[in-house]
């Protein structure tokens, strides 16, 4: 991705810059042929020549670029399982996932770790994006997806004769594990996206209570993905999936919603960050009914939403790393309302919003293995920020309005905001 050539100041607004630390009043940003020089006190800045690019924050806040732990561009605001992989071709997938990284860029997210992609749209879409060719965020790919037979994804019976293979391996023993592994290596990804548990979305047979592989099957994934630069997460809601996950090795756990003491040990203990996606379990108690869920994947939800709670809570306090993000692009959930999970963990987790933030950059940038170089405001990091009209400490609530983002910038380019639109604006 092309880098800013010249100098941009951002000033006159409050500084926050990700790692936690209290907000910087009367800040000034300064960033040197896209790579920030100086982020701190105006007073304090050092004397530059003329910049090229002036962003008056107008009061406002400025933010790192937000990082999206746990995106789904091939997930179009689908409301059930067979609009994945069933009722659409490749073709239209990639254009609608074109379109869904561009929302996410606009909504100021500048960085994003895949959560599980169709066919290997994630890879070319990474690739695109880092060419300049669309606008996104900056990826870390994840392809296809692997589960155990019988499990949550394997939910196409078998007298339809239809397989999965755009979404999900369907795997029956380490060795079929394995190989799925190495078929993902020669794709290009970078996180191998398992299913180790279930989910309250299939009350039935795969609940979020259930396993869906098994601890051999996740070791094999694990040996087979180190053994080739990969690193491994899954969707672990059950404790004992949680602590299969923890002991076969995985580097991050998606939702952690069941976590006893064991399991919160071994994540401290190994450094495994976790990536909580529980806003979706709201949205879901909260708008399911107008979208057909049943009372049964409702009551799941809840008691998802409370273990994933009180999960956050723990982990949090204990010091662990999380990013924030997860399951937008479901008909409840869609694209472009991914700031909707700073809130939440806001209102309802009862996170402060230095916390919130930290886990909505930093955090993030730390699951993608890029926080040496984004995900906070630091000196010698890619200038990569948002610009936001209004106090974001007093209302966390304002990022979820594209109308408030002033500026967002990677690389110190200004690619979105309302600056963007506004030719002469800045
Ligand atoms: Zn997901």
């Avoid at 239809?162 to 380490?174: A, D, T």
């Avoid at 979706?280 to 008691?303: C, M, T």
């Avoid at 400490?393 to 600056?419: C, F, P, W, Y």
């Amino acid at each position: 991705m092309k880098l800013a050539s010249g100098t941009t100041l951002i000033r006159n607004g409050q500084l926050i810059d990700g790692t936690g630390a209290a907000p910087i009043a009367d800040a000034a940003l300064l960033i040197k042929d896209g790579i920030i020089a100086y982020a701190g006190p105006a007073a304090d800045a050092p004397a530059t020549e003329a910049p090229t690019q002036i962003i008056d924050a107008q009061g406002g806040s400025i933010l790192p670029g937000l990082v999206e732990a746990h995106i789904h561009l091939t997930y179009f605001n689908v409301t059930e399982l067979q609009d994945l992989d069933i009722k659409y071709p490749v073709e239209y997938v990639t254009l609608q996932s074109a379109v869904n990284a561009r929302t996410a860029l606009e909504c100021g997210y500048t960085s994003a770790r895949s959560g599980g992609c169709l066919h290997n749209i994630d890879v070319w879409m990474k690739k695109a994006i880092e060419e300049d060719m669309i606008l996104g965020p900056r990826l870390s790919a994840s392809g296809r997806e692997i589960c155990g037979a019988g499990g949550l994804m394997d939910w196409n019976p078998d007298y339809r004769k239809i397989g999965m293979e755009g979404i999900v391996f369907i795997v029956n023993g380490p060795d079929q594990a394995r190989s799925a592994v190495r078929k993902l290596v020669k794709d290009g990804i970078e996180w191998v996206k398992t299913y180790p548990t279930g989910d309250a979305a299939s009350p039935d047979i795969n609940d979020h209570h259930t396993l869906c592989m098994t601890f051999e099957e996740m070791h094999a994934v694990v040996a087979t993905a180190h053994n080739h630069g990969l690193k491994v997460t899954g969707h672990c809601r059950a404790t004992e999936g949680i602590r299969n996950a923890l002991k076969a090795g995985y580097d991050c756990i998606e939702h952690g919603t069941f976590m006893d003491d064991e399991c919160l040990d071994l994540m401290l203990k190994r450094g495994v960050p976790m990536c909580p996606g529980l806003g979706f379990e709201l949205w879901s108690v909260q708008r399911g009914r107008e979208f057909g869920l049943s009372q049964r994947v409702i009551d799941g939800h809840q008691e998802t939403l409370e273990g994933g709670v009180e999960s956050c809570r723990r982990v949090l306090k204990a010091g662990g790393v999380m990013g924030l993000g997860g399951d937008y692009g479901f008909g409840w959930t869609p694209h472009g309302t991914y700031a909707q999970e700073l809130t939440f963990f806001v209102n309802h987790v009862g996170f402060s919003v230095l916390d919130t933030l930290k886990c909505a950059t930093l955090g993030g940038a730390k699951i993608m293995g890029r926080d040496h170089e984004l995900g906070s405001l630091e000196k010698g990091k890619l200038g990569d920020v948002l610009v936001v009209k209004g106090d974001v400490m007093r209302d966390i609530s304002l990022l979820e309005n594209r109308n408030h983002l002033m500026a967002v910038l990677q690389g110190g380019i200004l690619k979105a905001g309302t600056l963007a639109h506004n030719a002469g604006g800045i």
